[in-house]
């Protein structure tokens, strides 16, 4: 039977969200149509200060690459971001649903990569779809778990941003400066969060109350910390393993530069952009005397990511329908 609060959750008024998505779809195609002027048009100079065509100039710069190192890494780098990404997943459920095996996640959350293909919120979706069938798990509670994930992660990189601010602040740009007043606002932020949900703030209030925001409601900071904790080696790897890359694509970088630059490159990535694109621009502005370097390395870096993610998905997607469907 469906209660009443299902019915108010599961409600809206179609044409107004409609017209949200159009609009957003409409900011984000301007957003890459931006990224990709200003990418053409900073490569085409590079080609034309080097005396070559644009399409000389980049297939010189993919020559260069060491490709088979790079690959082995990434691919690394990849299987221990899947652990990782499961883990905090497998936790977050037991935290706010009931305990769940790392081992149960693990299908669901390698076919989830293929869906982000998409879309990362889609995928999530699905996991919470995949959950409720195959183990009974109320869907919107579940869901609360995937909003609280996605919730965690901008705190998590907002935290590492601020942290790599203070750290190589001295090799950002002037525009980074801006990092620990953004960090501060999202610290008040998430303070007065917390507060509302445990009831510190507006008691009468019953937003909270609503299914869809379960996990909020009995999340306590030292939930927030842990997630901090358990997704912290996902951003630490990545700044070794992104260092040791750009010098296979012929670019000095150091950790400190890198641990600055990675937690706003990958709030880029997450820009509903083709090819990531809003993340490859902001490679090439962070690193301006090696464009076409840097427009090629942060191409294949994100794109081969997720493809890679995708395929560890192919892995367990045959045991996810069976799960999922019975067959």
């Known amino acids: 039977m469906t209660d009443a609060t299902d019915v108010t959750e599961s ?22 149509i ?18 070559m065509s644009l399409a000389g100039y980049m297939t010189q710069v993919f020559t260069t690459v060491q490709w088979a190192p790079w690959l082995a890494l990434m691919m690394a780098y990849s299987l221990a971001y899947f652990v ?36 990362e919120q889609i995928g999530k979706g699905a996991m919470a779809y995949y959950l409720n069938r195959r183990d009974g798990v109320p869907g919107w509670e579940t869901g609360s778990v995937m909003l609280f994930v996605m919730f965690g992660e901008v705190f998590y990189l907002m935290t590492w941003a601020a942290v790599g601010y203070f750290v190589s602040r001295n090799a950002l740009p002037g525009v980074f400066d801006l990092i620990p007043v953004i960090a501060l606002g999202g610290a008040v932020f998430l303070t007065l969060w917390i507060l509302y949900f445990r009831g510190v703030i ?9 299914k869809i925001l379960h996990a909020f409601k009995l ?30 694509f012929g670019v000095e970088a150091d950790l400190r530069s890198n641990l600055g630059f ?16 809003a993340a490859i621009t902001l490679w090439v502005v962070l690193f301006p005397e090696n464009e076409g ?35």
């Open 11 to 32: 409600a809206g008024p179609p044409a107004k969200r409609g017209g949200s998505q159009t609009l957003g779809r409409l900011v984000f195609l301007a957003i890459a």
């Open 34 to 51: 931006g990224c990709f002027l200003f990418l053409y048009f900073r490569l085409n100079g590079a080609a034309q200060r080097e005396g």
């Open 84 to 119: 990782i990404d499961t883990l905090v997943i497998t936790q977050a459920l037991t935290w706010f649903i009931k305990p769940i095996r790392f081992r149960d996640i693990m299908p669901i959350r390698g076919s989830s990569y293929v869906i982000s293909l998409v879309s």
């Open 202 to 210: 507006l008691p009468g209030n019953t937003l909270r109350d609503k």
């Open 219 to 248: 999340a306590t900071p030292a939930h927030y910390l842990k997630f901090f904790l358990l997704r912290s080696p996902a951003l630490l790897s990545a700044v070794v393993v992104y260092t040791v890359a750009l010098g296979l």
């Open 262 to 277: 990675l937690p706003i490159i990958f709030f880029a990535a997450t820009v509903p952009t083709p090819m990531r694109a």
């Open 293 to 327: 370097a840097m427009a090629a390395f942060g191409f294949v870096q994100h794109n081969f990511f997720i493809l890679f993610n995708a395929l560890i998905g192919v892995v367990f997607w045959r045991r996810a329908q069976r799960e999922l469907f019975g067959r």
